[in-house]
């Protein structure tokens, strides 16, 4: 399968095989498109690309897909990730899809199977992008609140009011009021469902994939 020149990605190969790194650059550019290698996550990230998919060996000791995925968060940049390993059991795969990956593949890579991940990313990826982008910059708001003003903001995404919040807070409702203007305020919020809606934005780069 080869790619057009529209199709045509930049694939970032993360691997520290060295071996591993040129088989995958050479299927690569046969099937069209450009790579680039590194031997690590911290030189993937060291000079962030802002366009491309990464193609990543999921190395546990690096902290595996998760961890690339959070110092992407940390630089406020996100690729899609294709994660890879020889024994991909099923509590990694689960782990790193949960945390951004949009495919898994065994290795040796197959071909095929590399090149339609490629094209299926391809696809899905402006979307997919998008959304991580708003669940990042929701995570940024709602970590400056502080755990009181976020038990607040968990019991009104419930869709408690503030009598409620304040039974299963064991506070007052005046309190909860101060607290709620405080998270509103944090986090730039116009009103409740605008607050809401960040939450829920928050939550979901848990499930993307």
Known sequence: MVATMEQRNIIHIVDADPRNR???ARAIFEMGHHAEVYDDIGELTSHMPQNGIVLAHDDLNAGGIAGL???MSERGA???VIAMA???DIERVVTAMRAGAFDYLQQPIDTDALASAIERVSKEAATHVEYRRRSIEARTRIAMLSTRE???LDRLTRGCSNKAIAR???IS???VEIHRGNMMDKLGARH???AVRLRLEASMGEWLH
């Open 22 to 24: 040129a088989t995958f």
């Open 69 to 71: 995925v959070d110092i």
């Open 78 to 80: 996100w690729l899609p």
């Open 86 to 88: 020889a024994v991909p």
């Open 150 to 152: 976020l038990e607040v």
């Open 168 to 170: 299963e807070l064991d």
């Open 173 to 175: 409702p005046r309190t």
């Open 192 to 194: 409740a469902a605008e």
